[in-house]
């Protein structure tokens, strides 16, 4: 096989689609967990994410009534969530492992009669462009509009975070929600917007996958991408940009272990599909040793149940 | 204290009124398809048989989970102690594959149990000198554990004979679990899990361990201020978690399996975090749940069956048993908020 220029941008490219879903699901539930909330319901956001953009597409043939129903969606399953953990009070832990168990059946569920049918083709923007510049056609154009916007979101994100004063409120209640409270700040509504921005976030991320990457359903489609996303965010100690990078070397290994098979390389695939999982215990390690490092960013009340005293 | 215990009957009716609600909305008659996924799997011998098969692994995994719940500890990679204790139990039995002796079976039994141990540890190790969080390293080792599975299972270990289908050559007779009755798959790991039950009642209720278990997950001020030794108490629980479930894991593979391949959990070490709940992370509340929860899962295999639908909709009554067991707590907090916030108020 010949590395020429033009097979290292068609490989950047499928790095970056394949990097898509995971940058979508982890920044929306950076967000979240910025609040103070851990929903480990990633997965399972994500795959009903999967499932209602792909039926709304095959029962309306409308695109965009597809891609916004898959973030309602992942609204309308994060609320499950957001009413058990801040009306409720329930361990966010079990609750999230709730939602991922649930989801998941449900979306099998929903999808009994989507399964073989074909995806429909989504649009391509600068397709022209695509082919007429060699090695950066096929990195910067030719995708899709979700790729854009999943590549800004990070940034976006960064901006809100560090830039803005409701950043700086989601911050406080994710660090200290007693005195976010005490300055006036409703905390639980503050969480629950968070919650439910992370199930947009989700949804996209599945429906990504669905209408997509690979346009058609199957039951489990997420294949445990949102753990990956869940990791990616520790991995990334909870910054954006860091989430941007962590999802182009997972995505990349993704890639990579296909490229490998395909030439018949020696390492056994799993190993290789067993790096992301091994490579973000590492992270982990590496970064919760430094008890300085790991409080810099960390949300400090991060998974702890909040209530107001009245 | 009696409401404690009572709530997770609400949260079961609920759920069976919910998914009654949620056969209606897919266009089956409820009354009917609950009848398909509750009584019938149940009505004959055979299914009571099955049912006791399934709830063993849940029961056993969730016994030991409730050691590291109890105490604060959230192993969730109980599915990869599993798959690990599986592994490496197997392993020895692949070792003697053409051999028969009455020591393979306890030594393959004990094989697993260590294996899944060890693979606890490492979690725990980390827990405890890295300061790393327990839930993603656990959660990230199971995936880890899988893959390594699909390795032996399609390279190494997978059987010469075997025309190059993802598995094992068969376990010998003598690593197998001995049936309980003819004709039945019900087999003697259901004693392990008793064992394990009635183990788990008398070190939680009757030792010292227990009790420092029990106070640091309470508060681990308290633990702390009482001198308990915080890390070498991580380690320990892990360590029972992780035995348990890879006693699970080699039950399931001695038993109704008989050899390895990809499939030799429907991802019991999941579920059983909700069987512990639904038990209370209590030993008999235990039993009790794993049967509950073990009829989820007959029932989505009969539901496929005669209804056509897909048996992911077992997932769909777990997740609902948990989302109301954990909301009907609300009742049982909102009592424990009253006393106190009384206690606390001088401290204002």
């Not at chain 2, 593979?253 to 050899?259: D, H, K, L, M, R």
Request: with cysteine.
């Amino acid at each position: 096989m010949s590395l020429d220029i033009s097979f290292i941008g068609i490989l950047i490219g499928s790095i970056m689609a394949s990097s898509v879903p995971l940058i979508l699901a982890a920044s929306g539930e950076l967000i979240t967990e910025r609040s103070g909330v851990l929903n480990l319901g990633v997965e399972g956001m994500m795959i009903i994410g999967a499932i209602s953009g792909f039926a709304l597409m095959v029962l309306t043939d409308n695109l965009f009534i597809a891609i916004v129903g898959s973030m309602l969606s992942g609204v309308i399953i994060s609320l499950i969530f957001g009413f058990l953990t801040q009306s409720l009070l329930t361990n966010h832990v079990a609750t999230g492992l709730a939602l991922t168990i649930f989801g998941i059946g449900l979306s099998a569920m929903l999808g009994k009669n989507f399964v073989g049918i074909p995806g429909k083709e989504f649009p391509i923007l600068f397709s022209s462009l695509r082919e007429s510049i060699p090695l950066f056609g096929p990195i910067l154009f030719g995708h899709s509009i979700v790729l854009y916007f999943a590549f800004a979101l990070p940034f976006l994100t960064n901006y809100f975070l560090k830039k803005t004063k409701l950043g700086l409120v989601v911050r406080a209640v994710g660090d200290s929600p007693v005195s976010a409270s005490n300055q006036g700040i409703n905390v639980i509504l503050v969480r629950y917007c968070c919650i439910l921005y992370g199930g947009a976030m989700c949804g996209l991320a599945g429906a990504y996958l669905s209408l997509i990457y690979t346009p058609q359903w199957i039951e489990n489609m997420t294949a445990g991408r949102g753990w990956i996303a869940l990791a990616l965010v520790v991995f990334a100690t909870w910054s954006p940009i860091k989430v941007l990078i962590g999802a182009l070397i997972f995505g990349g290994i993704t890639i990579l272990q296909l490229h490998m098979q395909a030439i018949g390389f020696r390492i056994p695939v799993q190993f290789l599909s067993a790096l992301p999982y091994l490579m973000t215990i590492i992270v982990l390690v590496v970064i919760s040793r430094d008890s300085r490092k790991i409080k810099l960013n960390t949300p400090t009340s991060l998974g702890r149940i909040f209530y107001k005293e009245k | 204290m009696a409401l404690y215990f009572f709530t997770p009957f609400i949260a079961i009716i609920l759920t069976i009124l919910g998914g009654g609600m949620i056969f209606y909305i897919l266009g089956f008659n409820p009354i009917e398809a609950l009848k398909f996924y509750f009584i019938t799997p149940i009505s004959n011998l055979y299914g009571f048989s099955e049912l006791l098969l399934k709830a063993t692994p849940l029961c056993l995994i969730a016994i030991g989970l409730s050691f590291c719940f109890k105490s604060n500890n959230w192993n969730i990679g109980a599915e990869g102690q599993l798959t690990f204790g599986a592994i490496v139990g197997g392993g020895v039995a692949l070792l003697f594959y053409n051999q028969e002796g009455f020591y393979i079976l306890p030594l393959v039994i004990i094989a697993g149990a260590i294996g899944g141990m060890i693979f606890a540890l490492i979690p725990a190790i980390l827990k405890t000198y890295f300061n790393t969080n327990e839930i993603l390293v656990s959660l990230m080792l199971v995936y880890v554990s899988k893959l390594l599975l699909d390795y032996l299972v399609v390279g190494p270990w997978s059987n010469p004979e075997g025309f190059n289908f993802p598995e094992t050559r068969q376990f010998s007779d003598s690593s197998r679990m001995p049936l309980l009755f003819e004709g039945l798959r019900i087999h003697a790991g259901i004693f392990l899990a008793l064992a394990a039950v009635m183990l788990s009642w008398f070190v939680l209720y009757k030792t010292y361990l227990g009790f420092q278990i029990k106070v640091s997950g309470l508060s681990l001020k308290t633990a702390k201020y009482a001198g308990f030794k915080g890390k070498t108490m991580i380690l320990v629980v892990f360590m029972i978690s992780g035995a348990c479930a890879g006693l699970a894991g080699v039950g399931e593979i001695t038993g109704p399996i008989g050899q390895l391949h990809r499939m030799i959990s429907p991802d019991y070490g999941f579920t059983a975090i909700i069987v512990a709940f639904l038990g209370r992370l209590n030993p008999f509340g235990i039993i009790f749940a794993s049967l509950v929860v073990a009829l989820t899962y007959l029932g989505a295999e009969t539901a496929q069956i005669f209804l056509q639908i897909p048996k992911y909709t077992g997932q769909v009554f777990q997740g609902m048993i948990l989302f109301f067991l954990l909301a009907s707590d609300y009742l049982l907090f909102f009592k424990v908020k009253i006393l106190n916030l009384k206690k606390n108020e001088p401290r204002h």
